[in-house]
Antibody
Framework: EVQLVESGGGLVQPGGSLRLSCAAS????????LTWVRQAPGKGLEWVAT????????YYLDSVRGRFTISRDNAGDSLFLQMNSLRAEDTAIYRC?????????????WGQGTMVTVSS | AIQMTQSPSSLSASVGDRVTITCRSS??????LSWYHQKPGQAPKLLVY???TLHSGVPSRFSGSGSGTDFTLTISSLQPEDCATYYC?????????FGPGTKVELK
């Protein structure tokens, strides 16, 4: 069974940093693309970042590029999101998702998410 | 970035009704569109990818269609467990963008 379990969320002041983790199991992690998607309270879904299976390609939402960094540890089956210079508008549930790329991209498994609150 | 719109933003239907949700893209693409639904307090779940391919385990009452800039998700016979918010996603180019969502409720 595919499992994605996020952790690392919490309350942080504007300008602060957080590192989110996503522990994966039940699938071939090292050959899977992975993505972070966020959802502000009461709002819709927003794609944040994607990383290729071998970590050689990264893609970011414009509003987080330069502040967030997606990374992965294929030996430990873990995905990360380093979030710096946090803003109030980054407040959201952050979920990791497996991105299947065959035959086209889509998110076939999701974690339950971890809440990030940016507030003074 | 490709902008996605959905209509309606919400709808109310009876059990057994045929329900159609439309998703429109600001730019045309071939088949890189997927649909998800999300129930309150839960993670989204994949329903359809590549416009019309049903994800494993998804009931056959769900179907997707469309091309270019206009796409549709249809529920042929609405069931109580289908009450959720539905999102389309263009995965043709980065940044991937979701539609704003359509909330489906029982009448």
């Amino acid at each position: 069974e595919v499992q994605l379990v996020e952790s690392g969320g919490g309350l942080v002041q504007p300008g602060g940093s957080l590192r989110l983790s996503c522990a994966a199991s039940g699938f071939a992690f090292s050959t899977s693309w992975l993505t972070w998607v966020r959802q502000a309270p009461g709002k819709g879904l927003e794609w944040v970042a994607t990383i290729k299976s071998d970590g050689t390609e990264e893609y970011y939402l414009d509003s987080v590029r330069g502040r967030f960094t997606i990374s992965r540890d294929n030996a430990g089956d873990s995905l990360f999101l380093q979030m710096n210079s946090l803003r109030a508008e980054d407040t959201a549930i952050y979920r990791c998702a497996r991105q299947s790329v065959v035959p086209v991209d889509h998110f076939d498994h999701w974690g339950q998410g971890t809440m990030v609150t940016v507030s003074s | 970035a490709i902008q996605m719109t959905q209509s309606p933003s919400s709808l109310s239907a009876s059990v057994g009704d045929r329900v159609t949700i439309t998703c429109r893209s600001s730019h045309g693409f071939i088949n890189e569109l997927s649909w998800y639904h999300q129930k309150p307090g839960q993670a989204p779940k994949l329903l359809v990818y590549q416009v019309s391919t049903l994800h494993s385990g998804v009931p056959s009452r769900f179907s997707g269609s469309g091309s270019g800039t206009d796409f549709t998700l249809t529920i042929s016979s609405l069931q109580p467990e289908d009450c959720a918010t539905y999102y389309c996603l263009q995965d043709a180019q980065y940044p991937f963008t979701f539609g704003p969502g359509t909330k489906v409720e029982l009448k």
